[in-house]
């Protein structure tokens, strides 16, 4: 059973729990290697900090998402280059805070991210999730 110690925003975290499907579909199509429950849940509660810090001001959130002259936006450059091997599961929001200020920087909006995160609107409320029972038993494939 998958849980939170607090009251949690539905809608905010509408995406970890689609995240979370979607990668256990994924995994069980064999695109991913994930072996365990537990596995694919720690992945995405990681990979997932992003998501929950650019949503926690709308300044931060248009950010993000807004495209660039070459096609891109920031949140596609975080997830598909400057953060790869940089995510320290025990230090996820600090080194995505880290990843994001450099992505800002490139961007020359280094300062309106900083104020934006300054507003003390951000709450990373994923980490407060639980798995009730013995998910790690969960298994995806017999490797």
């Known amino acids: 059973m998958l849980g939170t110690l607090i009251p949690v925003d539905e809608y905010k975290n509408g995406l970890l729990m689609m995240r979370l499907l979607i990668y256990i579909v994924e995994t069980l199509k064999g695109n991913y290697s994930f072996k365990t429950l537990t596995d694919v849940w720690k992945f995405v509660v990681v990979s997932n900090a992003v998501n929950e810090l650019l949503s926690s001001t709308k ?85």
């Not at 596609?76 to 091997?85: C, H, L, M, R």
């Not at 880290?98 to 900083?114: G, M, Y």
């Open 59 to 143: 300044a931060l959130k248009s950010w993000g998402h807004t495209q660039r002259k070459d096609g891109t936006c920031p949140l596609e450059d975080f997830q598909q280059s400057a953060s790869i091997g940089r995510l320290r599961y025990t230090h996820v929001y600090s080194d995505t805070i880290t990843v994001l200020k450099e992505i800002a920087e490139r961007d020359e909006v280094l300062d309106k991210l900083s104020n934006a995160m300054r507003m003390d609107n951000y709450f990373p409320e994923s980490i407060f999730y639980q798995l009730i029972g013995s998910p790690e038993i969960i298994l995806f494939s017999g490797n």
